[in-house]
């Protein structure tokens, strides 16, 4: 095999953990490879950043390039992100439009930078939501959904014929739970080697 796949270990240098968030859970993928001669990439891929970098690269180039690679990709997404107000009001929107029966409303919607498993969750009792940001790149057709999904817990706990009577509304459901099983599928498929090299 031509490239080597390693999850990026700097060296301790003092507030590089501030540069670099999320380097101590894998978030970031440091790929080598003998094909790549010159250039560096550096893209989202199954909630973590890879960096590929030419194998032949030194540790110190490594350890300089790589933080200013993800800070790249961290800006472009800062850049794109919808602010949590507007996040919000799309909560609000699509219980207008698809559950007016509703009287419930969230009282705050944000992004969660630690959600890992779940796509969303919703507190009833402060109608309070959560959504994770690994949603922020994908298609505004899956982020509506989970937010619904969420914003229907305001008034049903659980995931019985109530709730998905009413979460079939969604005109694109079948369409969002299928790119999220896939994305999940992906994401499980990509993990699986790097936890054994």
Same mark, same amino acid.
């Given at each position: 095999?031509?490239?080597?796949? +390693?999850?990026?270990?700097?060296?301790?240098?003092?507030?590089?953990?501030? &540069?670099?968030?999320?380097?101590?859970?894998? &978030?970031?993928?440091?790929?080598?490879? =003998?094909?790549?001669?010159?250039? $560096?990439?550096?893209?989202?891929?199954?909630? /973590?950043?890879?960096?590929? $970098?030419?194998?032949?690269?030194?540790? #110190?180039?490594?350890?300089?390039?790589?933080?200013?690679?993800?800070?790249? $990709? /961290?800006?472009?997404?800062?850049?794109?992100?919808?602010?949590?107000?507007?996040?919000?009001?799309?909560?609000?929107?699509?219980?207008?439009?698809?559950?007016? &029966?509703?009287?419930?409303?969230? =009282?705050?919607?944000?992004?969660?930078?630690?959600?890992?498993?779940?796509?969303?969750?919703? =507190?009833?009792?402060?109608? =309070? $939501?959560?959504?994770?940001?690994?949603?922020?790149?994908?298609?505004?057709?899956?982020?509506?959904?989970?937010?619904? +999904?969420?914003?229907?817990?305001?008034?049903?706990?659980?995931?019985?014929?109530?709730? *998905?009577?009413?979460?079939?509304?969604?005109?694109?459901?079948? /369409?969002?739970?299928?790119?999220?099983?896939?994305? &999940?599928?992906?994401?499980? #498929?990509? *993990? #699986?080697?790097?936890? +054994?090299?």
């Amino acid at each position: 095999m031509s490239e080597a796949f +390693h999850v990026f270990q700097p060296v301790p240098v003092p507030n590089l953990a501030q &540069e670099l968030p999320g380097i101590g859970e894998g &978030e970031i993928v440091v790929i080598r490879s =003998t094909r790549r001669k010159r250039n $560096i990439a550096a893209y989202r891929q199954g909630g /973590r950043i890879i960096v590929s $970098i030419p194998a032949r690269l030194s540790k #110190a180039d490594e350890r300089e390039i790589v933080p200013e690679m993800v800070a790249k $990709i /961290r800006a472009q997404e800062a850049a794109r992100r919808i602010d949590d107000s507007v996040l919000a009001q799309r909560a609000v929107d699509l219980l207008r439009s698809l559950a007016p &029966e509703f009287a419930e409303r969230p =009282t705050s919607v944000k992004w969660s930078h630690s959600m890992r498993e779940r796509w969303g969750s919703c =507190t009833s009792v402060d109608g =309070t $939501i959560r959504i994770s940001a690994r949603l922020e790149p994908m298609p505004a057709y899956v982020l509506d959904f989970v937010l619904f +999904h969420e914003a229907i817990h305001l008034r049903f706990g659980d995931h019985g014929p109530e709730f *998905r009577e009413v979460l079939a509304r969604y005109p694109h459901a079948i /369409r969002a739970e299928a790119y999220l099983e896939g994305f &999940e599928a992906a994401d499980a #498929a990509h *993990r #699986a080697p790097l936890l +054994h090299k």
